[in-house]
């Protein structure tokens, strides 16, 4: 069940990046062109927060249940010292909610605006720290441990 549910995380954290990447480009090409938000734009950030709030479920099932790294990790005497568990024990999981939450703020700061320039200028902004913190915490290896890219 743990090998199945880090498959599942591991894969769908590309529908993440993917999504966050085309609501950003969306939102800055929809700001710096005027253009109207499209329900083109409104499915981006919708799909992009959607799978982050997917990704967090799945986290936490990991987390609190089925791996080594989560709140088992952390329950270990000097785990804090330990960057690694330290990583998956805390930081992953604490900056991952964040970013999931500063995406579904944005999601209903935008839908609460009625301005299409505005919109799309507070989409690009929350959208973009969401996906900044995202591409910070996924353990590529440059600052935070490495865990491969494609899961087999």
């Known amino acids: 069940m743990y090998q199945s549910l880090l498959l599942i995380h591991s894969w769908s954290?590309?529908?993440?990046?993917?999504?966050?990447?085309i609501a950003v480009y969306r939102a800055y090409v929809?700001?710096?062109a005027r253009r109207p938000f499209l329900s083109a734009d409104n499915g981006m950030g919708a799909s992009f927060s959607g799978f982050m709030w997917l990704q967090v479920l799945i986290g936490l099932g990991l987390y609190f249940g089925l791996s080594p790294w989560g709140l088992n990790a952390m329950k270990q005497a000097g785990a804090m010292k330990d960057?690694?568990?330290?990583?998956?024990?805390?930081?992953?999981?604490?900056?991952?909610?964040?970013?999931a939450i500063v995406a579904q703020v944005g999601r209903i700061v935008v839908k609460k605006t009625?301005?299409?320039t505005l919109k799309?200028?507070?989409a690009l902004t929350y959208f973009g720290i969401a996906l900044v913190l995202v591409l910070i915490m996924i353990?590529?290896?440059?600052?935070?441990p490495y865990r491969p890219l494609f899961r087999f």
């Open 139 to 144: 353990p590529w290896g440059i600052w935070n």
């Open 13 to 21: 954290r590309w529908f993440v990046l993917i999504f966050g990447l």
């Open 120 to 122: 799309h200028r507070k």
């Open 30 to 32: 929809g700001w710096t």
């Open 114 to 116: 009625s301005d299409a």
């Open 83 to 99: 960057p690694t568990k330290r990583f998956f024990g805390l930081e992953h999981v604490v900056v991952m909610i964040l970013a």
